[in-house]
């Protein structure tokens, strides 16, 4: 499975867009990037997942580059309780996955 | 649906016991997958089953742990004997396409 790079942290303000990127330079033709949540140690939640087209479903927006080495979650008004850990991981349907240290995200009042 | 069921969701034992953590994937799912988190590795993937077979179990620690699914609706996690070291939350997922989570087991072993 393809590796992701991710920011250690970001800071938000509450009601603004946060927009989390993640690097998967080494993506193959059908891995699938998804995006996972994880709110103190609750069991990840999943958020959204895409192949290549850009995705938005009622929590989030995916983008993702024509040439798919990156990608881009948008929450577009981030709440408090938005602050979570943020994974971008990559992986074939149903496949092995690997998750990585992920991004914290602070949403600030 | 009630989504992934884990038992216990928290368990306290001593060093050299032997302890089974539960798991009940979504209804009609075909993957099944065991992770475990701790601060120190993050959230690593110890085995997962396809259609009840174990397909990967490259990440299970080693020969202490196993993971049987003997039908779609269950499958255990067993560490035999178990050590301070494997003190950490185990997670359980099932998947069509997208992997979700259940709410974890917390093992603590003294």
């Known amino acids: 499975d393809a590796k992701t790079t991710q920011p250690p942290s970001m800071d938000c303000a509450e009601g603004r867009a946060a927009n989390l990127p993640c690097n998967h330079s080494?993506?193959?033709?059908?891995?699938?990037v998804y995006w996972y949540r994880q709110i103190h140690s609750q069991g990840p939640q999943y958020i959204i997942h895409?192949?290549?087209n850009n995705e938005t479903n009622e929590m989030a927006s995916l983008i993702i580059t024509e040439d798919r080495k990156s990608s881009t979650l948008i929450l577009p008004h981030a709440t408090l309780r938005d602050t979570a850990v943020y994974y971008c991981?990559?992986?074939?349907?149903?496949?092995?996955?690997?998750f990585g240290d992920g991004t914290t995200l602070t949403v600030k009042p | 649906d009630a989504g992934v069921i884990q038992s216990p969701r928290h368990e306290v034992t001593e060093m050299g016991q032997e302890v089974t953590l539960r798991c009940k994937p979504i209804?009609?799912?075909?993957?099944l997958f065991w992770y475990r988190q701790t601060m120190m590795r993050g959230l690593e993937l110890l085995i997962y089953?396809?259609?009840?077979?174990?397909?990967?179990d490259s990440g299970m620690p080693e020969d202490r742990f196993s993971a049987k699914m003997p039908n779609a609706s269950f499958s255990t996690l067993k560490i035999q004997p178990s050590e301070p070291r494997d003190s950490a939350v185990y997670f359980c997922?099932?998947?069509?396409?997208?992997?979700?989570f259940g709410p974890g087991t917390r093992l603590t072993v003294l």
């Open positions: 080494t993506i193959s033709g059908n891995e699938y």
């Open positions: 209804s009609g799912h075909n993957s």
């Open positions: 895409g192949l290549k």
């Open positions: 991981i990559v992986l074939t349907n149903a496949g092995k996955s690997t």
């Open positions: 997922a099932s998947s069509l396409t997208v992997q979700f």
């Open positions: 089953f396809n259609n009840n077979v174990p397909i990967d």
